[in-house]
């Protein structure tokens, strides 16, 4: 059975540029969720989908939004980057219920310079 | 105060011996936890979930969870170097998990 699969794995991008993350998560599983590491902060929620529905959104800034297809698979979108959002970003996904454990891609490190 | 809490170590312990990871959390709805290995430079692994009080064995490891003390815990039997990694206590909250910041768990040959 496939894991999580987070693409691209590796991104250099410029501070004012935009990127696009993608996470298709384990067949069968409807609910993506969408984390942000870094050596500060730790993992921190950004929001999560479900049928193609966000019912759970972190606490940043309006520049970091997400979607979901019908067929689960999910993509996230910062705009007009910073410095600061340099990070590894998490896809995990789960059946979908609250509280089911949930599975997580090998991240996406994102590099802002 | 965080909603979930661990202390970041490092732990060290020797090869062969019991090492002993703990957590807390805020929130009393909380219904769910879960630990996570995390090697560096990799994503979280979930390793053990937990959802009533008590104790849960997989293999080495044994998650124990106490409601009424809003604690958690993660005791992983005769620890490997392997083992060496950090391990995150998630604690789940409506449809999110917070995480706690992580203990890095250091075995020692």
């Known amino acids: 059975k496939a894991g999580v699969t987070q693409t691209p794995r590796y991104l250099i991008k410029t501070r004012g540029q935009q990127v696009t993350l993608s996470c298709s998560p384990i067949?069968?599983?409807?609910?993506v969720s969408w984390y942000q590491q870094t050596p500060g902060q730790g993992l921190q929620f950004l929001f999560e989908?479900?049928?193609?529905?966000?019912?759970n959104k972190g606490n940043f800034p309006g520049r970091f939004s997400g979607r979901q297809f019908s067929n689960s698979r999910s993509e996230m979108n910062v705009s007009t980057l910073e410095l600061g959002d340099s990070a590894l970003y998490l896809c995990?996904?789960?059946?979908?219920?609250?509280?089911?454990?949930?599975?997580f891609g090998q991240g996406t490190r994102l590099t802002v310079v | 105060q965080k909603e979930v809490e661990q202390n970041s170590g490092p732990l060290s312990v020797p090869e062969g011996a019991i090492a002993s990871l703990n957590c807390t959390y805020s929130?009393?709805?909380?219904?769910?936890f879960f630990w996570y290995r995390q090697y560096s430079g990799k994503s979280p692994e979930l390793i053990m979930s937990?959802?009533?009080?008590g104790d849960k064995e997989d293999g080495r490891f044994t998650a124990q969870l106490n409601k009424a003390s809003q604690y958690v815990s993660l005791l992983i039997r005769d620890s490997q170097p392997s083992d060496s990694a950090t391990y995150l206590c998630?604690?789940?909250?409506?449809?999110?998990?917070?995480f706690g910041t992580g203990t890095r768990l250091q075995v020692f040959p």
């Open positions: 937990i959802y009533s009080n």
């Open positions: 995990a996904s789960s059946t979908g219920p609250p509280n089911t454990e949930a599975f």
């Open positions: 067949s069968g599983h409807r609910s």
């Open positions: 929130d009393r709805v909380s219904q769910s």
């Open positions: 998630a604690v789940s909250k409506t449809d999110k998990l917070i």
């Open positions: 989908y479900f049928s193609e529905t966000q019912r």
